[in-house]
């Protein structure tokens, strides 16, 4: 439009306050997302989409979508509100959301105070994601993957961003707010990819052929997987900018009300009224083509308003209404020209038609618009974005994201020109579009491959982030590449954040419940993985619903090492309970717990000539703890009792009674009797060989405790005989008497500790005889053979009858002889030497030549009293 002679405007000059106020918003720094060109966001049918909506800026891909069959959206652009339709404000529907609640105002003030407060607020996802996933079935596993977006979300909103601005918040942001966006971009292609699937051997419709540019580009999308992934994929980006970018609307402020470059009209104007020539020649003219026409420039203030706005309007391709907002309605109509071309009157009754007859033609201006030097870079970009031209389009990107969306942007647009050339619809000023665009190759291994080979630092370093990596896996459909890359962090010397790998584990779980074909190792490594961490973390509540997604035989190793570092009493039911609710086998766990525990002692079993710590230390008594695993549950009664048998064993080979004393009294009385009645009640066979032995390896065992005890009780006692007074003067009367006194009750405390002592030595004789002639067998000796053989316990069983049945020969040959039973200690060798017990078989050559020399001692005693040497008396 020539400037001509209108009416006055309101001055852009004396804006002073206005322009100090924007000097100041130019200092902040405005977040620009390259990569959002897109606004409105349309909902199409999934069987007859509207395409032109879905390769307009801000189309979405018509999957999946909840509109009505056969409804066709349109846009009405210039009546749209670009300020309230663009975007939906992070704060909106947060009354209901965790934000607001108590728990999370409670938490503020303490969070702040933590070394990592992003980590503490973030660790309640560990339980909210188990919680989502126990509570989705596997017809629901799309339900499950919003559930994960928002939980995501909400974190990030509700808690992280609260929690302080230190650079480890800052990380765990990162964390959560990248995940989010992965669970959005496999909701959304595998929503797609399941659909594809299903729908394999049903008959799409099949339009009428070369109907119009809008059907052929329809039919393309129904037909086409790569495409329509490809279109998610683009969709996906947007979605991220727009989360972003937040409420544009305050982000952004433009001066002109109406006017297009206000400020070089008001200098033409006043040039004009004074007459004068201007000190710096701008235009004369004020139609869009002037600047370029006369090589001349725009006032300053509008040349950065102009620059701003185009900014923007790269990102807001679509804001049409924000141009004629600001006097440019030109420009809005420049980027009318995308829509496909569509006739409905061919096959319907009488309809406005759609789209642009001459699309061809505008698409070959965007493109020479979009390689024009003298234009903003912005500007280039838009155009660049419209018409499939690459180059412009990378010079305005900067991140990893951009580049993707950019070069999948340009994917859609080729592919779909290239299907309207096929049919014959495009029109013959395609032709003028350079020959590498219309014969480019691309596919999305393609993309990739050139952002590998970018010239962008900073692209490159973000393609080796880990969740980048995962999205392109992801893109690609390639899970066995995914899944190498898994094991490849794995086995890297630093360890991954937790967040990951929950990520990674959930990830895995989800794939699994559509039944693709995974890598089985990997995954059970990386379930493994999120196990020791959970493990590490103390998460007591979630170990067991993760470990049972494990084979069996691993979880029961897996929730056995855990079970290990429950060392709090009270906690130990609550675990048994959460195993036996997740299907895990808890008898097999259990066992194999105390299993662990016992065997860990690298002791040798033998013979120890060395002196022993017969004291009970730390690993003993961890030992003697681990029972408790098998006492929960009375049907695990049989196991506790070989599993005791198996520790005290241990214990009674190094001497450590007190130790095995302790085991013992772990196991409840009336054991056997449950042992009989569980049997009883399931058969009326005989009892396994396996259980009735550890019964009677339990009984001899007590009978060496109660022998060993009764010689403690006999050996202090016999140490403590009382001491005879020693007599006093007998000067005086009063002395006499008081010594007679202290003689009369030293005999009578004497007495009494003889008697004490001959009962003592009774009982000690009974219980040492009690092991040393058990019954059917002889002592540690199985009375049922008929049983598979357990080569370690029959070597145990072995080794402690030659350790513990000579020294218990030794102990009541030591009781004998100290209380003057010479006779009686005789008789002893009589019962060691009889081939009915064999007893002789389990002392070694110095135990019995030791023992020999003992009786001995008694033969020699016996003489000097006047018997002979076996104790009868001698006949004259």
């Not at 970009?381 to 412009?392: E, Q, R, V």
């Not at 370093?461 to 995914?482: A, M, N």
């Not at 017969?614 to 009664?637: C, M, N, S």
């Not at 016996?862 to 004259?876: A, C, H, K």
């Amino acid at each position: 439009v020539v400037f001509r002679g209108q009416n006055e405007l309101p001055s852009p000059v004396v804006r002073d306050d206005e322009v100090t106020v924007a000097a100041r918003r130019r200092r902040k720094k405005v977040a620009l997302i390259v990569f959002f060109c897109f606004v409105f966001l349309l909902q199409v049918t999934p069987r007859v989409p509207d395409v032109s909506s879905i390769l307009a800026p801000g189309g979405r891909t018509p999957r999946y979508t909840h509109t009505p069959r056969g409804v066709l959206s349109s846009l009405n652009l210039d009546d749209s509100d670009w300020t309230n339709s663009m975007y939906i404000s992070p704060g909106s529907g947060l009354e209901n959301s965790s934000f607001f609640t108590d728990d999370i105002t409670n938490l503020s003030s303490a969070l702040l105070k933590e070394d990592d407060p992003g980590e503490t607020a973030a660790v309640s996802l560990f339980s909210d994601f188990l919680g989502s996933f126990q509570k989705h079935s596997l017809s629901a596993v799309f339900d499950l993957l919003e559930d994960y977006q928002a939980l995501c979300q909400n974190k990030v909103i509700s808690v992280v961003l609260r929690a302080g601005q230190n650079s480890k918040t800052a990380g765990v942001r990162w964390l959560l707010q990248q995940e989010n966006c992965t669970w959005r971009l496999i909701n959304s292609l595998y929503k797609d990819r399941v659909q594809l699937a299903l729908e394999d051997d049903i008959l799409m419709d099949i339009g009428a052929p070369n109907e119009s540019e809008k059907v052929v580009v329809q039919q393309l999308f129904q037909r086409d997987a790569i495409i329509r992934q490809s279109q998610l994929v683009v969709d996906w980006l947007e979605s991220i900018a727009k989360d972003q970018i937040g409420d544009f609307s305050d982000n952004i402020e433009y001066y002109a009300k109406n006017v297009c470059w206000e400020n070089t009209l008001h200098a033409l104007k006043m040039r004009r009224k004074s007459g004068t020539a201007l000190t710096v020649p701008l235009v004369t003219e004020l139609d869009p083509d002037a600047p370029f026409r006369q090589q001349r420039p725009l006032a300053d203030l509008d040349r950065e308003d102009d620059a701003r706005l185009l900014k923007n309007l790269f990102t807001l391709i679509r804001a049409q209404r924000l141009c004629k907002r600001c006097g440019q309605a030109w420009r809005a109509a420049t980027l009318e020209g995308w829509k496909l071309y569509h006739d409905p009157n061919l096959t319907s009754e009488l309809q406005p038609v759609e789209g642009n007859p001459q699309r061809g033609i505008w698409k070959a201006c965007c493109w020479r618009m979009a390689e024009e030097e003298q234009i903003n870079r912005y500007e280039k970009a838009i155009y660049a974005s419209l018409s499939g031209n690459l180059k412009p389009l990378l010079a305005v990107c900067e991140s990893w994201e951009d580049y993707v969306w950019a070069h999948f942007r340009v994917m859609v647009d080729s592919l779909v020109e290239k299907e309207l050339i096929s049919s014959g619809m495009s029109h013959q000023e395609v032709e003028t579009l350079p020959r590498e665009y219309l014969e480019a190759n691309w596919t999305m291994e393609k993309v990739f491959e050139e952002l590998q080979a970018s010239e962008s630092k900073r692209v490159l370093e973000e393609t080796k982030e880990h969740y980048h990596i995962i999205q392109k896996f992801i893109i690609l459909g390639d899970l066995d590449g995914l899944l190498d890359e898994f094991s490849e962090w794995l086995n890297a010397v630093k360890p991954l954040p937790s967040h990951l790998l929950r990520f990674m584990t959930h990830v895995i779980l989800f794939f699994r419940s559509l039944g693709l074909a995974l890598k089985e190792e990997v995954c059970v490594n990386v379930l493994t993985s999120y196990v020791s961490l959970l493990i590490h973390d103390q998460q007591i509540e979630l170990v067991a619903s993760y470990v049972s997604q494990l084979p069996s035989d691993l979880a029961t190793v897996q929730y056995a090492s855990f079970l290990e570092t429950i060392t709090q009493p009270e906690l130990r039911p609550r675990c048994l309970e959460l195993g036996t609710d997740s299907g895990l086998d808890v008898t097999a766990i259990t066992k194999l717990v105390v299993e662990n525990v016992r065997e860990r002692d690298e002791t040798e079993f033998t013979h120890h000539s060395q002196t022993l710590d017969t004291g009970t230390t730390k690993e003993d008594q961890k030992k003697i703890d681990v029972i408790d695993w098998l006492l929960f549950d009375p049907a695990h009664r049989a196991e506790a009792l070989k599993q005791s048998n198996a520790i005290m064993r241990k214990f009674l080979a190094l001497q450590k009674h007190d130790g095995a004393k302790a085991v013992f009294s772990k196991v409840p009385e009336d054991s056997m009797k449950k042992i009989y009645s569980q049997w009883m009640a399931v058969s009326d066979a005989t009892m396994p060989a396996e259980d009735e032995n550890a019964i009677r390896e339990h009984l001899c065992i007590r009978a060496y405790l109660e022998a060993h005890e009764a010689f403690t009780d006999w050996f202090s006692h016999s140490s403590s005989a009382p001491q005879k007074p020693a007599p006093a003067p007998e000067a005086k009367f009063t002395e006499k008497v008081a010594n007679e006194m202290r003689e009369k009750e030293y005999q009578a405390a004497l007495t009494a500790w003889s008697c004490r002592l001959d009962v003592l030595t009774e009982d000690v004789k009974e219980r040492i005889y009690n092991v040393l002639l058990f019954v059917d067998g002889g002592w540690m000796v199985d009375c049922r053979q008929d049983v598979e053989q357990d080569s370690e316990r029959s070597h145990e069983m072995a080794t402690l009858r030659s350790l513990c049945l000579p020294r218990l020969s030794f102990l009541l040959l030591s009781v004998l002889q100290n209380s003057s039973r010479h006779q009686e200690a005789l008789r002893l060798a009589d019962i060691i030497s009889s081939d009915q017990h064999s007893l002789y078989q389990v002392f070694s050559k110095e135990e019995l030549r030791r023992f020999l020399q003992k009786l001995r001692e008694s033969s020699l005693s016996l003489l000097d009293r006047g018997f002979d040497p076996l104790g009868y008396e001698l006949q004259s």
